[in-house]
């Protein structure tokens, strides 16, 4: 059944156009043994994507069958400060080694070598660095960050409390089987990215599982067994921003739900939710529905806001008359507005009010800041009711159309401004905000408004620039801006106890 579906999904998502703001943070990955005789090995991949000061959780993309010393590269999806990890294995299944490393501001050239014995010797050598022009080796000049991590032996080949240790140096380790010609001599001391010598994701020293019962269904099944595995030749490149999207119903967290039995395969809608939901920032209902056309109110949207993007205040919270602090959504509340998304009137929120999709368009402004670089009245020209938007937020919908975060169904030429907003509107326009900010995979859509050759000349001009307000958004890694401080998935439970952007 898994497989079916996997195989079903990866054929949809492989026929629709998918971009990726980030696509200059990929990497090449080789593997070596270079004192051993293994001829191919398994190499499992995931991806651990930077939000705030944090993580979320891992994610498969893909198990891929490599001859040693072959290379291949993985592109799009990925932003600086991502933590990619690899698990090995031989072509019986059985678990060889593990390795981690960071993303970094361009393309990396990544090496993992293998011991002689690895079955029974478990240390993988990770050799990395900047590959600007991506042809799989470091660039002279560059950091080489070089460690090792050692697997303990235990008596289980791919489940179990199995535990991988990142080494502070090499002296232990027989560093004679680790040495590849072409590649720098092995350091005494490790050289590790910052993140992971320090803050409360440092890992060196540290012992960590290599395997939980809530990952994802893919990465606890031995290779193949729910996804074909993906032979490497020379020339192999792979889309991790596809990937992620192709492998989604089995390659997040166990505990998160992507699949909703009212939101079809074609509903119009459906990337967008499921991706959120995978990202954790919606969820849907305890009898497995989401409720695509349910209609949104201001305390449900400020829940989803506050999930989605980093909590960084510009102004002070206020007490409102008609929220009480034991009401459900009373911190998503207050966060939403300390980040300027959402306003209030003579002291009172109105968290029950139903929400237009102007009120959405112009909150999703307001907080991200986002003022119009080219002319207002022709962008506006995109819209065959440009009359109906009020004259003191048009440069706002401007500004946010030339972003491409403006999303309308079913006619993309109809804002529809006064019409209250669905559960799928705001998901849409959510996920493309976030996408404008450069923290999540762009999404083709025919019902985005698409950009005129003057706004994607100015989108692309603009992009060259720090960006006005870079402190929002999921995270960027340290590709740019991240003051925030808050938890990856925090927020206060409604009371039937569902995480924000759900009604009762």
């Not at 400020?302 to 909590?311: G, Y």
């Not at 459900?328 to 209030?344: H, K, P």
Request: proline letters at 2%; aromatic letters at 10%; one cysteine or more.
């Amino acid at each position: 059944m898994w497989s079916s579906l996997t195989a079903q999904r990866s054929t949809q998502v492989s026929a629709a156009t998918v971009t990726s703001k980030n696509n200059k943070s990929g990497f090449t990955l080789a593997i070596w043994q270079p004192a051993g005789n293994l001829s191919e090995v398994i190499a499992r991949v995931s991806i651990k994507g930077k939000r705030n000061q944090g993580y979320f959780k891992e994610r498969f993309i893909g198990d891929y069958k490599y001859k040693i010393q072959q290379k291949a590269k993985f592109v799009k999806g990925l932003k600086s400060g991502d933590r990619v990890v690899v698990r090995l294995y031989d072509l019986e299944n059985r678990f060889l080694g593990y390795s981690e490393f960071e993303c970094l501001q361009t393309n990396s050239a990544v090496n993992l070598i293998l011991s002689e014995n690895p079955s029974q010797y478990k240390v993988v050598r990770t050799v990395y660095g900047a590959d600007a022009n991506f042809d799989g080796n470091v660039d002279t000049g560059s950091t080489t960050y070089d460690y090792f991590t050692q697997v303990d032996n235990g008596l289980s080949s791919t489940v179990g409390d199995r535990q991988v240790t990142f080494l502070s140096s090499s002296r232990q380790i027989n560093i004679s089987q680790f040495q590849v010609a072409g590649v720098s001599a092995v350091a005494t001391k490790s050289v590790y990215p910052n993140s992971f010598t320090q803050g409360k994701y440092a890992v060196v020293r540290k012992s960590m599982s290599i395997f939980s019962s809530t990952q994802a269904a893919a990465l606890q099944a031995v290779p193949g067994q729910l996804v074909q595995i993906k032979e490497v030749d020379s020339d192999s490149s792979f889309d991790v921003s596809q990937l992620m999207m192709a492998y989604r119903e089995v390659g997040v967290a166990r505990n998160i739900q992507v699949k909703f039995s009212d939101v079809a395969s074609n509903h119009w809608a459906q990337d967008f939710i499921a991706e959120l939901a995978a990202l954790e920032i919606i969820e849907g209902f305890p009898n497995g529905t989401f409720r695509p056309d349910e209609q949104v109110n201001r305390a449900q949207f400020a829940a989803m806001l506050s999930q989605a993007f980093e909590k960084v205040k510009v102004r002070n919270a206020l007490k409102f008359k008609d929220v009480s602090s034991n009401f459900w959504a009373y911190s998503a509340i207050r966060e939403a507005y300390e980040m300027g998304f959402l306003g209030i009137i003579d002291s009172e929120f109105k968290p029950t009010q139903e929400l237009s999709r102007l009120e959405v368009l112009i909150a999703l402004a307001k907080g991200l800041n986002y003022t119009v670089t080219g002319s207002t009245e022709r962008i506006l020209t995109a819209y065959t009711d440009a009359t109906s938007i009020r004259s003191d937020v048009r440069s706002a919908i401007a500004a946010l159309t030339e972003r491409g975060i403006v999303v309308n169904y079913p006619n993309v030429q109809s804002l529809n401004p006064g019409k209250v907003a669905t559960r799928a509107e705001v998901s849409a326009l959510i996920y493309k905000a976030l996408v404008s900010t450069g923290t999540v995979t762009d999404i083709s859509s025919e019902y985005t408004v698409g950009k005129s050759a003057e706004q994607a000349a100015v989108e692309e001009e603009n992009e060259t620039k720090t960006r006005r307000h870079c402190n929002q958004g999921i995270g960027n890694g340290s590709e740019g801006c991240d003051p925030g401080n808050s938890r990856p998935h925090g927020g206060s439970n409604d009371e039937t106890g569902r995480t924000p952007g759900n009604k009762k």
